[in-house]
């Protein structure tokens, strides 16, 4: 089933009891707060955890312009890039700017969080989490209540937990394999 935007605010919004929307750019207040702190919201979430269906993995080339002290290289990050997780090389790197620095030599492979925008490529558990999310930075807005919005937040944490722990069931290091391989 395809999910929208206005579906995922919609959800948040009726968490608080308010009036669903129709589009995200209704001339509302609940239409004006989702739309304010929508893709913030997105892309705050994204980036606090590796979710599985935003982890990407990319060979980059090096700049043609070094940098001017200290790396030999420069590698601009790809589109959409919320955040780097690791670099494939034994050498020193750093992220400057929307760059990763190094001595390493090219292609210089990487593992980075993307900033999805297609809702149908999210997780349902990462749909709910980032509903509840929405709901409670909005929650304020809508309702002028404390107790909602503590309410909200305290529903997202526990929903954001137990996400992050079905994403991270879907993998297993390498060590965590053997680890388990040992055990059994």
Same mark, same amino acid.
């Given at each position: 089933?395809?999910?929208?935007?206005?579906?995922?605010?919609? %959800?948040?919004?009726?968490?608080?009891?308010?009036? #669903?929307?129709?589009?995200?750019?209704?001339?509302?207040?609940?239409? %004006?707060?989702?739309?304010?702190?929508?893709?913030?919201?997105?892309?705050?979430?994204?980036?606090?955890?590796?979710?599985?269906?935003?982890?990407?993995?990319?060979?980059?080339?090096?700049?043609?312009?070094? #940098?001017?002290?200290?790396?030999?290289?420069?590698?601009?990050?790809?589109?959409?890039?919320?955040?780097?997780?690791?670099?494939?090389?034994?050498?020193?790197?750093?992220?400057?700017?929307?760059?990763?620095?190094?001595?390493?030599?090219? #292609?210089?492979?990487?593992?980075?969080?993307? %900033?999805?925008?297609? #809702?149908?490529?999210?997780?349902?558990?990462?749909?709910?989490?980032?509903?509840? %999310?929405?709901?409670?930075?909005?929650?304020?807005?809508?309702?002028?209540?404390?107790?909602?919005?503590?309410?909200?937040?305290?529903?997202?944490?526990?929903?954001?937990?137990?996400?992050?722990?079905?994403?991270?069931?879907? @993998?297993? @290091?390498?060590?965590?394999?053997?680890?388990?391989?040992?055990?059994?």
């Amino acid at each position: 089933m395809a999910t929208t935007f206005v579906e995922i605010a919609n %959800r948040a919004i009726t968490f608080l009891g308010a009036t #669903p929307i129709t589009y995200l750019d209704d001339d509302t207040k609940e239409g %004006r707060a989702c739309k304010r702190l929508f893709e913030q919201t997105r892309d705050q979430l994204l980036r606090d955890h590796p979710w599985n269906f935003a982890v990407k993995r990319v060979a980059l080339a090096a700049n043609t312009t070094a #940098p001017i002290f200290e790396y030999t290289n420069a590698f601009d990050f790809p589109n959409n890039t919320l955040r780097i997780i690791e670099v494939n090389t034994t050498e020193e790197w750093a992220v400057e700017g929307q760059q990763i620095v190094s001595d390493a030599a090219a #292609p210089l492979e990487i593992v980075y969080i993307e %900033r999805v925008t297609d #809702p149908n490529l999210f997780d349902t558990k990462f749909i709910e989490a980032y509903s509840l %999310r929405l709901a409670a930075d909005i929650a304020y807005d809508i309702t002028a209540s404390q107790t909602v919005a503590a309410t909200a937040e305290q529903k997202f944490a526990s929903m954001l937990k137990e996400a992050r722990l079905v994403d991270a069931q879907e @993998s297993l @290091s390498a060590d965590e394999q053997s680890w388990l391989d040992v055990r059994v």
